[in-house]
């Protein structure tokens, strides 16, 4: 049987091998871009957002995962804390949330964990997969005993553009989804400074700028008006990027 989601990605799909085909005429072109507004709309309302990503072998691993966007927090607390390892490094876990937590990367790491191979898309044009092992955030928000009342998951990170701090937000269908983790190992390897260490969201329902780098506070919200812009993000805020970046 064919699911209501399989046939709508399959319709998609058949628009995007269509737009590559046809691209000349103006109007086909604009009549293609409506079509993709709509089923991006579409599918925010209708697909399952529980669907797994992908997942790739080793095998399909990039050979150079493009570092983006902030490489290296310019804080001095930040590089106090790349200087002797994270040791001092803790996590932030409050807002909505009924037991406030700070944990430090080797709490972090004993917790249990999950490894999964996906691919990032960039909404500038490049994708690159990696591995990335971390802890389910799902499991750090029980053990925070998220309130009722709480509808997004906001990430403060360590870096900002301009003097202007990022941060993130994602709602509780992506915080409690299975592939959503905090993750401190790429690739085999300790996270590196330029892909986000000590932890990164990885919330590979998402686009590319929704996998925060150099979080450092977890604040549990029910709504994103109080937060910077207002926006849910760095981007959303600032460059008119969606909140939404399902993917
Ligand atoms: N804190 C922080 N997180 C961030 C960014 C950033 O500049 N700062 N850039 C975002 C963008 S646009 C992308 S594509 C990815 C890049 O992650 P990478 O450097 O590991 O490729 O991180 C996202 N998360
Ligand atoms: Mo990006």
């Known amino acids: 049987m064919i699911s209501r989601r399989g046939a709508l990605i399959g319709a998609s799909g058949l628009l995007l091998s269509g737009c590559e085909r046809i691209t000349t005429s103006p109007t086909v072109r604009k009549v293609l871009t409506l079509g993709e507004k709509a089923s991006l709309t579409g599918q925010r309302l209708v697909t ?3 669907a797994l990503a992908p997942e790739f072998t080793r095998a399909d691993l990039s050979p150079r995962f493009r570092v983006n966007g902030n490489y290296l927090p310019k804080s001095p607390i930040y590089a106090s804390h790349v200087a002797n390892g994270f040791a001092d490094w803790k996590l932030e876990i409050g807002g909505l949330v009924g037991r406030p937590m700070t944990l430090t990367l ?7 964990q999950r490894t999964q191979i996906t691919r990032q ?16 955030l799902a499991l750090l928000l029980r053990q925070a005993k998220l309130s009722d009342k709480a509808q997004y998951i906001v990430f403060h990170c360590a870096d900002d553009f ?8 994602i709602d509780l269908i992506d915080a409690m ?3 959503t983790i905090l993750a ?22 998402a686009l590319g700028y929704k996998q925060a780098k150099y979080i450092m506070r977890i604040e549990a919200v029910a709504s994103l008006a109080g937060i910077y812009g207002g926006k849910g993000g760095y981007w959303e805020d600032h460059s008119g990027y969606q909140w939404f970046a399902g993917i």
């Open 184 to 205: 401190h190992t790429m690739n085999r390897q300790p996270l590196p400074v330029g892909h986000g260490a000590p932890i990164r969201l990885r919330v590979e329902r």
């Open 177 to 179: 989804h299975p592939q």
């Open 162 to 169: 301009s003097d202007i701090p990022y941060y993130e937000s």
């Open 106 to 112: 080797a709490q972090l790491k004993a917790a249990p």
């Open 121 to 136: 898309d960039c909404v500038e044009g490049w994708s690159a997969i990696g591995e990335w092992t971390g802890v389910p």
């Open 48 to 50: 399952d957002r529980n």
